[in-house]
């Protein structure tokens, strides 16, 4: 079956650089029409996309924040990282990677990120 | 960038009750428009993708409709356990998915 688990950092102080990874498994991006994105949830908030990475290694950012984020995969590993530089407070929110081109049908369960000093 | 919004931001029903949630675009998007229920606690779930095509597993009482700026989530009798935010999410731009800010259905 398929799944997801991100991974991370639960708190990290403004300006750092964040790395997340999302860990798949039941699927594999190096076949033909698969993408993994992330999304993000501030406490209490909306659900805000961040990026996308394609079977083909094609690359998709939220305009808002496409100078901070960085999208890479490693088809070996069954993985995906995302990396957000210049960390401030706003930021803090639960992270998601979840499944597909288009619409998202699996998530993993998200992994609170907190920025404090 | 495609704006969403969704209407009404917040509802109180009760059981059996029949419960409508719009969603609108601020263009045209086809039917490229997909459903999810978050539970408080939870990651969202998948509902409706492509305005209309109910997931698997996803109960009868859940429907979607609509087509180019307008669309809209039903739920026919309203059961206990629908208590969820709802959003809305584009994908006729791939490479800028966006979501709606989300309907909280009260019991």
């Known amino acids: 079956q398929v799944t997801l688990r991100e991974s991370g950092p639960a708190l990290v102080k403004p300006t750092q650089t964040l790395t997340l990874t999302c860990t798949f498994s039941g699927f594999s991006l190096s076949g033909s029409g698969m993408c993994v994105s992330w999304i993000r949830q501030p406490p209490g908030k909306a659900l805000e996309w961040l990026a996308r990475?394609?079977?083909?290694?094609?690359?998709y950012y939220s305009t808002s924040l496409k100078t901070r984020l960085t999208i890479s995969k490693d088809t070996s590993q069954n993985q995906v990282v995302l990396t957000m530089t210049n960390m401030d407070p706003v930021d803090t929110a639960t992270y998601y990677c979840?499944?597909?081109?288009?619409?998202?049908?699996?998530w993993g369960q998200g992994t609170l990120v907190i920025v404090s000093s | 960038d495609i704006q969403m919004t969704q209407s009404p931001p917040s509802l109180s029903a009760s059981v059996g009750d029949r419960v409508t949630i719009a969603c609108r675009a601020s263009q045209s998007i086809s039917t490229y428009l997909n459903w999810y229920q978050q539970k408080p606690g939870q990651a969202p779930k998948l509902l409706i993708s492509?305005?209309?095509r109910v997931e698997r597993g996803v109960p009868s009482r859940f429907s979607g409709s609509g087509s180019g700026t307008d669309f809209t989530l039903t739920i026919s009798s309203l059961q206990p356990e629908d208590l969820a935010t709802y959003y809305c999410q584009q994908s006729y731009t791939s490479a800028q998915f966006t979501f709606g800010p989300g309907t909280k259905v009260d019991l």
């Open positions: 492509a305005a209309s």
């Open positions: 979840a499944r597909s081109c288009s619409w998202f049908d699996y």
């Open positions: 990475i394609d079977w083909d290694d094609d690359k």
